[in-house]
């Protein structure tokens, strides 16, 4: 299993322009979200999904957006970036259930992401 | 709101000695409590997951235990290594069970 990938690694925008970041796992984890991580902030849930076509926000949304067509794939994309923007990027997927046990969650290595 | 606290930010230490790193939490309300290690430049590595139903879990040098009534979760690691050095976060679940909340990290350098 590759785990969770991302793509790309690094990545430089311009104020304004758009983008998507990919993200996808090869686990069949209904759950998928994203994480930006900030010096002196930790992670912060941007975006999350516990299966196909069903998204919702997680605690800092404004200024992106994802959809889920696939069990695989989650991307996140940036409408119009701004240099607020700039952070580390991580998508994490597990297993989950509606209620009792949760499990473990898997990261991928994460997008740099400079918006100048 | 759930918030996840983790003192000290940084610990430095030398080869062999055993450690503990501390993470507090607020609302004891939590589905679970997950233990990360990240290395500079890296993603998040899993350690260990402990189910609130549950008071330690270990893997190799590694322990893990969660009492719920005080919110306070430690990350104890036996005889530590060089290798052991890295950024060492703890993550709650917060109004879901899949939801997390994470704390800042303690950075640890192990000397050897």
């Known amino acids: 299993n590759a785990g969770v990938t991302q793509t790309p690694k690094f990545q430089v925008l311009k104020t304004g322009q758009s983008m998507t970041l990919q993200c996808a796992q090869d686990?069949?984890?209904?759950?998928m979200s994203w994480y930006r991580q900030d010096p002196g902030m930790g992670l912060r849930l941007i975006h999350y999904?516990?299966?196909?076509?069903?998204?919702d926000q997680g605690e800092v949304p404004n200024g992106y957006n994802v959809s889920r067509s696939t069990t695989e794939d989650f991307p996140l994309r940036l409408l119009s970036a701004a240099p607020s923007q700039t952070s580390v990027y991580f998508c994490?997927?597990?297993?989950?259930?509606?209620?009792?046990?949760?499990?473990?969650?898997?990261f991928g290595p994460g997008t740099r992401l400079t918006v100048t | 709101k759930q918030e996840v606290t983790q003192i000290p930010a940084a610990l430095s230490v030398p080869e062999g000695e055993n450690l503990v790193l501390n993470c507090s939490f607020t609302?004891?309300?939590?589905?679970?409590l997950q233990w990360f290690r990240q290395d500079p430049g890296k993603g998040l590595t899993s350690l260990l997951l402990?189910?609130?139903?549950?008071r330690e879990q270990t893997s190799g040098r590694l322990n893990a235990s969660l009492d719920k009534s005080s919110g306070r979760s430690t990350l104890y690691i036996a005889a530590s290594q060089p290798g052991d050095s890295a950024t060492y976060l703890c993550?709650?679940?917060?109004?879901?069970?899949?939801?997390?909340?994470f704390g800042s990290g303690t950075r640890l350098l192990v000397r050897p």
């Open positions: 994490a997927s597990s297993y989950t259930q509606g209620w009792g046990t949760s499990y473990e969650q898997y």
């Open positions: 993550a709650s679940t917060g109004d879901s069970s899949y939801k997390l909340i």
């Open positions: 999904s516990v299966g196909a076509g069903i998204t």
């Open positions: 609302d004891s309300a939590i589905y679970n």
């Open positions: 402990i189910q609130s139903s549950q």
């Open positions: 686990m069949n984890h209904e759950y």
